[in-house]
């Protein structure tokens, strides 16, 4: 399929070149299309109109075959660092020329929590989403008044079968990294945001 969502994980993994070799060993059945560096080298391991094992099971809006609509791009962290410069630099201009050559908006470039909640947590707190948003690369929300936190971020595009807790602990991990404890009024005008400006069927390609 033509690929209309471009998907961020970490390798978690110490070694970058560890990694690419995980990323291209047939046995191991994962792949991505690219792998970024610490440095800011950006690898193309798979070309962009074919099919990578990047996602596992997962759900966006509507898309339950995460594989078959995305582009994935693995970023060389273990998962408890913070992300190089040099690294975010790259990432930045790597998924700013992948949007114009699929025409990918920002609402659909996630992270591997937001398509996996419960199961995957990367690209990880550390990573700096605000910044993508910045150069409209993704989007942040800005409180508005809060509806059903629930129905809003199902709205946005969580809509993995999984329970409350964990849906909003994955929207939590992208937007409030460091928010624990039960949902409040913060996380209900966020959503709500999400859900008012960047509902994800608004941006779903046709058919």
Request: aromatic share 6%.
């Amino acid at each position: 399929m033509r690929p209309d969502l471009i998907v961020l994980h970490y390798t978690a993994m110490r070694d970058c070149d560890a990694a690419a070799r995980v990323l291209c060993d047939p046995a191991r059945e994962v792949s991505a299309h690219y792998l970024v560096r610490e440095d800011g080298e950006a690898i193309a391991l798979v070309d962009e109109d074919r099919r990578a094992w990047h996602a596992g099971a997962g759900r966006w809006g509507g898309v339950t075959d995460i594989n078959s609509h995305s582009i994935g791009i693995e970023i060389a962290n273990p998962g408890d660092c913070p992300y190089p410069m040099a690294q975010m630099d790259a990432t930045c201009a790597l998924v700013a020329d992948i949007m114009g050559r699929w025409g990918i908006p920002p609402t659909r470039v996630i992270g591997h929590s937001d398509c996996a909640p419960g199961r995957k947590i990367d690209p990880g707190p550390r990573f700096d989403w605000r910044r993508l948003a910045r150069e409209g690369l993704s989007v942040w929300p800005a409180p508005a008044a809060p509806g059903d936190l629930q129905t809003d971020l199902r709205a946005f595009g969580y809509t993995a079968e999984v329970d409350d807790a964990t849906r909003l602990a994955a929207f939590r991990l992208r937007f409030r990294p460091r928010v624990e404890g039960p949902a409040d009024d913060a996380d209900a005008a966020l959503a709500a945001d999400l859900a008012a400006r960047f509902a994800v069927d608004r941006d779903a390609p046709a058919g």
